[in-house]
């Protein structure tokens, strides 16, 4: 049987969170990377919105939310037990209200917003992430699991906007989890440079060897 099909963008925590899912269950894809300025026809057609992540199974119709691409492919294989380390409300929040101050804190200009009041918005969802990590190890037990793929691409995303700033924050489990998980193989197994895809091209097997 075919792979699936994942457009993705290297750069979006969307499409960082599912390549993590998908990598860790071991579930080979076929990768198109996406030029979000020349959007593929493919893409378009699989799913109208144009955004990415996109994963189409084959014989199936496409998943075009990262959550459910994550919960897709650990549904078929968990090998870590990522699924039992869930955590919706948590998440729901990290893609709602976080992520809303996030974009007004790093696009101030595209957004017409108050960057540093929305830097201090955020500083209640990131107390909570410090404050479980430091009774855990991780968000939800001493393990990774989904909850925390599913959010530090987008922690990882706030602190790049003023490094020097988000280490003087009085958040050091948090820095240390983050950086822990930025530094793991997992994570640098998902994030290997592919130019964009374009219809013809040579098939890129997406199949992380993690170490």
């Given at each position: 049987?075919a792979?699936?099909?994942l457009?993705s963008?290297r750069?979006?925590p969307?499409a960082?969170?599912a390549r993590?899912a998908?990598?860790i269950s071991g579930?080979?894809?076929e990768l198109?990377e996406?030029?979000l300025?020349?959007?593929?026809?493919?893409?378009?057609a699989?799913?109208?919105k144009g955004?990415?992540?996109?994963l189409v199974p084959?014989?199936a119709?496409?998943?075009?939310e990262?959550?459910d691409i994550?919960r897709?492919?650990?549904?078929?294989r968990?090998?870590?037990?990522?699924?039992?380390?869930?955590d919706?409300e948590l998440?729901?929040?990290?893609?709602?209200?976080?992520?809303?101050?996030?974009d007004r804190?790093?696009?101030?200009d595209r957004?017409g917003?108050?960057?540093l009041?929305?830097?201090?918005?955020?500083?209640g969802?990131l107390?909570e992430?410090d404050a479980r990590i430091?009774a855990?190890?991780?968000i939800c037990g001493?393990?990774r699991?989904?909850?925390?793929?599913?959010?530090?691409?987008?922690?990882r995303?706030?602190?790049?906007?003023?490094r020097?700033?988000?280490?003087?924050?009085?958040m050091p489990?948090l820095?240390?989890w983050?950086?822990?998980?930025?530094?793991?193989?997992l994570?640098k197994a998902?994030?290997?440079?592919?130019?964009?895809w374009t219809?013809?091209?040579?098939?890129?097997?997406f199949?992380?060897a993690?170490?």
């Amino acid at each position: 049987m075919a792979d699936p099909v994942l457009y993705s963008f290297r750069r979006c925590p969307y499409a960082m969170r599912a390549r993590l899912a998908l990598a860790i269950s071991g579930t080979a894809c076929e990768l198109r990377e996406v030029k979000l300025s020349n959007k593929p026809d493919a893409l378009l057609a699989a799913s109208p919105k144009g955004a990415v992540p996109v994963l189409v199974p084959p014989g199936a119709g496409p998943i075009d939310e990262s959550i459910d691409i994550m919960r897709w492919s650990l549904s078929r294989r968990d090998p870590e037990g990522w699924l039992e380390r869930d955590d919706h409300e948590l998440i729901a929040a990290n893609d709602g209200g976080f992520k809303h101050d996030l974009d007004r804190y790093k696009y101030p200009d595209r957004h017409g917003s108050d960057s540093l009041a929305h830097r201090e918005s955020a500083l209640g969802f990131l107390g909570e992430l410090d404050a479980r990590i430091a009774a855990n190890g991780q968000i939800c037990g001493a393990q990774r699991g989904l909850a925390d793929a599913a959010i530090f691409p987008f922690v990882r995303q706030f602190a790049a906007v003023d490094r020097d700033w988000f280490a003087g924050l009085p958040m050091p489990h948090l820095r240390t989890w983050l950086s822990g998980h930025l530094e793991s193989p997992l994570f640098k197994a998902i994030m290997v440079r592919h130019q964009p895809w374009t219809e013809g091209d040579e098939p890129i097997r997406f199949a992380p060897a993690i170490a």
